[in-house]
């Protein structure tokens, strides 16, 4: 039997967001790790739902951090999804994460997304 992959709102970067430009897409949601009580050092995972791709040979999903809420500094690939490759893809957040977090959507033309931080993956 699966693992039951735990969601929660508060810890949601896109739900079902619709994604159509080739630039950095922002997720809907920036998820503030302080406020929901993350632990320093704790491993934070997550994971991405693709329902929808078309023209694209990859999507790279980023992640921006920063120390106040805009999210400012260069991006880190945490996962890249092929073309047409619907389906559950997981990644875990670079242990020098700071509060705000952010994903970034590239390479994109026509892709739905819902992509989260959970308690268990797999």
Known sequence: MAKQNLADFELLF???QVIAATANTASTNEIDLGGVGM??????????NVTAISGTTSVKVCHKTSASVAATDNPTTLV????????????????????????FYTGVTSTTVTAYLTAEVG
Do not use: M
């Open 39 to 48: 632990g320093e050092g704790t491993v934070i995972k997550g994971i991405i």
């Open 80 to 103: 890249t999804i092929a073309d047409t490759a619907t389906g559950q893809y997981f990644f875990t957040l670079p242990q020098n994460v700071s509060r705000y977090v952010k994903l």
């Open 14 to 16: 896109s739900n079902a």
